[in-house]
């Protein structure tokens, strides 16, 4: 069974701070994701890696993925209260099905 | 975008009823999902369809089944609702070559 370990679970900071949250795993993924989930609202997908040693940017959020492809990290610069929610990893299994396994997720409070 | 919705955001349910959720998604993804979400155990897989009549048991299936009928559409029933399935419940839909999934707005089932 793979698992997907997300450290911190909850995390408070100061509006305009930096953070990181991490996802990993003793096992080797094909891809990816993080999505955000909003309190009372299903998790909306941000963003897929698949190269081992990828980063993407979405505005304010870099995202990496390890060389190994057994982990991955979400760093947020100058953190706003709408980056407020919980952040959730999930990793597609190499040559599996369509199914994830996700994370346990971080939880994620920006102080204005 | 894709759009994935639920039949109902807040639903509350006697023991011992028959429950019905059901899921429209609207972007001819062949794969589907039933996931509920618990405070400290992340989402956890139900089921899952990857075709029309087709499906697979989850991580955790006993107590539900699923129908799936039309390729837009994935039903999840709770055949004898008991106290310990009060909990989120969450659709997600996905295309046959990406593992990216995307999620309706949930459930929130009670059952008293």
């Known amino acids: 069974t793979q698992l997907l370990e997300q450290s911190p679970q909850f995390l408070s900071i100061q509006e305009g701070e930096n953070l990181t949250v991490y996802c990993n795993s003793s096992?080797?993924?094909?891809?990816l994701q993080w999505y955000r989930q909003e309190p009372g609202e299903g998790p909306v997908l941000l963003v897929t890696?698949?190269?081992?040693?990828e980063v993407k940017k979405l505005k304010r959020l870099t995202f990496q993925f390890g060389d190994a492809r057994k982990d991955s990290s979400l760093h947020i610069t100058a953190a706003q209260p709408g980056d407020t929610g919980l952040y959730l990893c999930?990793?597609?299994?190499?040559?599996?099905?369509?199914?994830?396994?996700f994370g346990t997720g971080t939880r994620l409070t920006i102080i204005p | 975008d894709v759009k994935v919705t639920q039949s109902s955001r807040y639903l509350v349910k006697r023991t011992g009823e028959k429950v019905f959720l059901e899921c429209v998604q609207d972007?001819?993804?062949?794969?589907m999902f039933w996931y509920r979400q618990d405070p400290g155990l992340g989402l956890r897989l139900i089921y899952f369809?990857?075709?029309?009549?087709?499906?697979e048991k989850g991580d955790i299936p006993e107590g539900y089944s699923v129908s799936r009928e039309k390729k837009e559409r994935f039903s999840l029933i709770l055949e004898s609702a008991s106290t310990n399935q009060t909990s989120m419940y969450l659709c997600?839909?996905?295309?046959?070559?990406?593992?990216?999934?995307?999620f309706g707005p949930g459930t929130r089932l009670t059952v008293t």
């Open positions: 890696v698949v190269t081992g040693g």
């Open positions: 999930a990793g597609a299994a190499p040559f599996g099905n369509e199914k994830l396994t």
């Open positions: 369809s990857y075709d029309v009549k087709m499906k």
């Open positions: 997600a839909s996905g295309d046959w070559l990406a593992y990216e999934q995307y």
């Open positions: 972007m001819d993804h062949e794969n």
């Open positions: 096992s080797v993924f094909s891809s």
